[in-house]
């Protein structure tokens, strides 16, 4: 019961984010924009310039805590290293009241799982893998630079003339760095969040196979009644795509780089070679 308390308190009274309207140093909050592991995001308008940011917050609850403020050291040293128009920008970092604060650029736009779940729309096999080829691009960048993602999902890229722009850096690490502020080794959680949470690119290897197959969902209506089956049975995919996918998903020998998978799925793009095709709403 006392858990209960604790949780309710913390949300309701510790952890109450700003109010939209309230000037925070040369920042001016616009709404929230959500709440993550670590901290509260804003939208925001930088008063003297107009210009939209993000603001994120550490959460109060975790102020006193060396996980809070080590989380978002560690964010703002990623966003600091990173020089890449598709990726949020380290603008400034500063402490108001007790408060600290990272301000990043704001990426506009919706993100892949709104076009795909609340816009309905719809794309095909090789529209799939022209998406996938341009992300998979993005993560081999972050790779060349030593860094590894490990969060990679439909909610974190966003989607804007064409092109993805890749947010959340919170769970980014260095290679060579632990993979949690906790513990030295993931060996006491589950094998897929080993897995999931590996600071090897074999991590952001296997968050690709599960980005592609969100993808390649959306053009799938599941027959009225019919039981559920698995994603090799449900989805009508060319050898090449499914070969792809269970190496991506460990299912077959796994790829030893992104930079290796996307020279095979510049082979499948070229084989299948169109014109420009539309997504298409449902
Ligand atoms: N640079 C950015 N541009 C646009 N939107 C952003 C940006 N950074 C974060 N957001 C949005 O703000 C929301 C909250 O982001 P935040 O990084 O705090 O946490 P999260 O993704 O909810 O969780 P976690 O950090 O635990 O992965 C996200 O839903 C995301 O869409």
Redesign the pocket.
Known sequence: MWTHVKEWWTNTFLDKPYRPGTTIGAYNIQHV?????Y?I?YLATHTPTGEQV?L?QVKPSLRHTPKGAAMQAYERKVLSSLSHPQF?RCLDAFTYRKDSFLV????SGP?LEEMLFERGIAVDEYECARYMQQIGQLVAHLHDQGLIHR?VRI??V?WQDGQPYL??F??ARFIGDKPTYMAESLSAYPSEKQLKREVAPASDLYALGHFFLFLLYSGYSPEEGAPERSWEEELALSPEIRSMIRKLLQMDEPYGSVREWLQELALYLQRHERSESRPQQT
């Open positions: 924009l959500g709440m993550g592991s901290g995001a993000v994120k949020p990043m650029t704001y990426l993100t969060d909610p974190n966003i947010i959340d919170g769970l």
